[in-house]
């Protein structure tokens, strides 16, 4: 997996938390291309991708060094020196990443759209989570970052979109990677992942042994948080499951509860509980191959659901709440039958 070499795994978060959420002045600076700009005020997506890639070799440095107060989780201060600039002109010269870059042009010349649901998603998440912001986000050409297509640590929020190029697109293929990954890999996703991923860092971690139970919760939170926070997704792209896989899942709820009760691994903590029903694959082991994996995720979500509409908590309340027995209990979940 080819990656620039400035964000390499090792320190990438770090430089997430160190970097800024304002930037240096209050000047305004066009970019490269002229389509747009950027300003201090409102909310923008900030393509890193269009930086590097859409002025071609003419004035690169100078286009870097111009525009580099834009970029600071990439580029620091903007003086990157000769290796650094070189690096960067190794990764933008790559045919691999040239090719990712144009297809991602083509499938996503302008994310007003997504700057519209980002905006909406992170309205709702100041509203309801004190001391939350808006965090400074970005997008770019990983090198194909299928471990961590969208990252986020303190106020900032990358967006990797040669992580999003549809299920059909043929390098997904060459790469190995399996169609019930890749059918994730779409236009749709990319808002749901984001406020998942922004969920995640608002549960705490749970500190004594770790039951099937707590992870089916501490899941089950993540997606109620995308609830709260999109309105208008549909509960197949915030989960990852196709339409016939949700709808499998509904019709045997009460089957899944079923074989957890009578099996007795509602509260086990080995690696086989967690593997049927937490663990990403083709479908669940022991039942129909029509079925989708982390069947035990979709159940938290039932779950946390039915806390949810029976107890009147705030949604921070919700998600520090590591006592995932007493969720169960207070939410009077009974599944449906199919």
Known sequence: MKRLNLLKPAIVLLMLLAACSGDRTGKQTT???????????GFHIRRYEKLLFGGGDADFAQRIEDNARWFPVFLGDGDIGSEGLAQLKEFVSDPENKAAYEAVVKQYPDLKWME?????AFAILTKEIAGSIAPVTYTYVSGYD?????KYADSVLI??????????YETYNLMGIPLYISQRY????IVPDVMKE????LIPEKKDAYTLLDAMIEQGKTLFFTDVMLKKSADRFKIGFTQPQLDWCIQNESNLWQFIIENELLY?????????????????????QDSPARTGAWLGWQIVRAYMKKNDVPLSRLLSNINSQEILEKSGYKPRKG
């Open 31 to 41: 970019r490269d291309d002229a389509t747009e700009s950027y300003s201090d005020e």
């Open 116 to 120: 519209k649901e980002l905006e909406d």
């Open 146 to 150: 299928f471990h961590m297509p969208v």
């Open 159 to 168: 967006i990797a979109l040669d992580m999003y190029l549809g299920q059909n």
């Open 186 to 189: 779409t236009r749709d996703h």
């Open 198 to 201: 922004i969920g995640m860092t």
């Open 268 to 288: 086990k903590t080995d690696s086989k509980a967690m593997s049927m029903f937490m663990v990403d694959g083709p479908f669940t082991s022991s039942f129909s």
